[in-house]
């Protein structure tokens, strides 16, 4: 984790970090040097010789300063290497989504991915600003004191060390033991987290539908649990740390027992047993500071394994040398896909759209429809056959090119909290007003945009809060105008809108297909008689194709739902 994290840094970055570190073991020096001058002008005042006084107070008044300048580098190097791992860790992962597949997307996965660039980014700057520094510097200046106090005297060195040992076996066989219930500890946390999640996106429903406190119960009964698994895990933590503790404190006592002894037999002067017991302090550090080591440690091992998971993620396959599209006709070719293994499965799927022709996908829910859209838009890839747009496979060209020739209308139009104008000129940056105005006059909402009293300048809430849904799909297809791309993608709208918006839609839609390649997922097959071409899908095939009244004739399974269609229709008329 060290080496990768340093590897993200830049030279100036690790520089900085190795100038921090060294700023902190001579700031720790300065400090051990001015502990020595006061001892020796302690001596001197004894012996009775107070003529160079004054030096001392001027040496001391030097280290003071130099600390605090020492101090001050440090502090600057730190941060700023802490800031460059974020901002190139954040690079690093921005490149990367760029080059996901869209179907890597799912909403479980945006949470983790804000949980990432938030969170799990800024622990890797308390790691390596923060702790890394104080770390190395403890460590490198406990090495120089412990090397200078076994060099005054060995034997009461050992006696410094004597314990360490097994406090250190300690120390790795607590951590081991409870790591079990570390990983328990952490999936009840998870439990419970994806049960508050769960609960509050679902409170709506639970207020209306449910006065049972089953939910409340589970929730009560998973933070119970996650409770216990902390407490369970607090107790072996503090008992293993505890023992650790003992034996350090074990070995400063050896040390004063032992350079007590030394003492008496006048083996050591009592400077050298005062300069043992004042310094051994500054050698026991980084053993005292193991276990904050060890928990930031584990705080941000999660970090670091989810944004490594990130950046491994598989990403769209790209050619070497892409092609561009050279036309817009689409063909299957004895494609086969599934999402998952033995669940639904397209099966060798032979289709051909011809260009600025429209095709319209039909069959009951689940067939595969959607699907298709998926793999020509290369959210997915298929596992056998091919896909090719102007005669080229997919995979074979610029996955870019690919995407700035396709626009799609989904039911689902997603929308930004921006302003109306914004938000239509997702469809093409560079867009002028007009260009906007215009489009959104072609997507019949032009007349509703200027109604409002901000007009285009009227922010939107929250994924469209405030518009209708048939005003959402208006503003999704003003933004396909405007991308002005070959081929449209359309998800016909399931939901119920009123005839005005129904008409205004439709009329819309035409607008859009005019000389475009168009498929469409049909849901009201009335929409789409006069499609060039009817494909039905029936559980991952295609049972039939043809026109509105070739496949009435054929009376299969297109006839079985028009009629149903029908019916429904008419139901609702009576019923009304
Ligand atoms: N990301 C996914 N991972 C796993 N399975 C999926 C995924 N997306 C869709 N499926 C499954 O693939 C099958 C076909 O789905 P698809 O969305 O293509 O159907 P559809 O004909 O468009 O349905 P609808 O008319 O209801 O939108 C369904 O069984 C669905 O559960």
Redesign the pocket.
Known sequence: MISNIIGYMTRKGKGMLGLAILCFILKSLAQAGMILVIFDMLNTIIAGQTDHLGTYWLILIGIVLIKGALDAIADIGKHFAGFEIVAKIREKITKRLKQFSL?FY?NERLGEISTIIHKDVDNMESIAAHMWSRMFSDIITALIIGGWLFAINWKLGLAMVSFIPIGLLVFVFGIKSSSQLEKESQNRLADMVSLFVEYTKGIPLLKAFSKSPTFENKLKDSTIKFGESSKKLSKSVAGYIGRYMLFLDICFGILAVVGAYMVFHQDITVSTFIIFIVFSKEFYKPFYHAESYWLKYIQVKDSYGRIMTLLKAPVVDTCRNPERIKGFHIQFDHVHFN??QD??RLVNVNLDIEEKSMVALV??????????T?LILRFWDPQKGHIRVGGIDTRKLDYDDLLAHISIVMQNVILFSDTIYENIKVGRRDATMEDVIHAAKKAMIHDFIVSLPQGYDTPLGENGLGLSGGQKQRLSIARAFLKDASIVILDEM?SNVDPINERKIQKAISNLSLNRTVIV?A?HLKTIRCADKIVV?NE?QIVERGNHKELLEANGLYKNLWDTQKKAENWNLRGA
Do not use: L, W
């Open positions: 179907g799912t999402y998952e669940a639904f069959g009951p829910s689940g067939s595969g429809k959607t699907t298709i998926n399931t997922i849901h899908f991952g």
